[in-house]
């Protein structure tokens, strides 16, 4: 296939939130139940079409969120298109956790457009975090926009890498 752009796509977030099942889901459509943690980072490729825009080849680098990996990310970040950092609805922590990131995530373009993600939607009687309240930390921080998925469910997946690959190509088209 031939492609107009390539983007690169860091997903950032705590361990355990979901980074490689949405991932996963994304490239293969299937959710697995047996993600194991990620080492490292783990690199993917999709050619997304875009009504109106052309073919964008996404570079997926889905990040170990694991601490003892941490150091690794200001390397992957650089030369990065769009990040999404993803929380797990079901666990306030790893949404406070976002301003602990954002330094590195920001750290060679403060402005690169950043999609919050909400995950798990599924786990309704689980769910620690409201809508409002993650809407009003993607605005205070300057989020391109929040976004809530389930992988599990296939709710807003493609959604999600559309809506960021869109601002993505805009971002970049303004820098032009
Ligand atoms: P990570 O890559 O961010 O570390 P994973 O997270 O994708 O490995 O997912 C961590 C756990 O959350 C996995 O469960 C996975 O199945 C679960 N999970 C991911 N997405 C969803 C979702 O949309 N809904 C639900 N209900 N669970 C999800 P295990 O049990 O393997 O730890
Ligand atoms: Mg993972």
């Given at each position: ?58 570079q ?13 990310l ?72 929040y ?17 960021l ?12």
């Open positions: 296939m031939s492609y107009e752009k390539v983007f690169k796509l860091v997903i950032a977030g705590d361990g355990g939130v979901g980074k490689t099942s949405l991932t996963n889901k994304f490239i293969t459509g299937i959710f697995k139940t047996d993600t194991r943690i990620t080492i490292g980072v783990e690199f993917f490729i999709k050619d997304l079409p875009i009504e109106g825009l052309g073919i964008v080849r996404l997926i680098w889905d990040f170990g969120g694991e601490e003892r990996f941490r150091f690794l200001p390397t992957y970040v650089k030369g990065a298109n769009g990040i999404m950092f993803l929380f797990s609805t079901t666990n306030m922590l790893t949404l406070s956790h976002f301003d602990d990131w954002l330094p590195i995530l920001r750290n060679y373009d403060p402005t690169i457009p950043i999609m919050l993600v909400g995950t798990k939607i599924d786990l309704k009687a689980q769910r620690r975090v409201t809508k409002h309240e993650a809407i009003d930390i993607a605005r205070s921080r300057g989020c391109s926009s976004v809530e998925v389930s992988a599990k469910e296939s709710i807003n997946v493609e959604e999600a890498f559309r809506t690959t869109k601002v993505m190509w805009n971002y970049q088209a303004r820098r032009e």
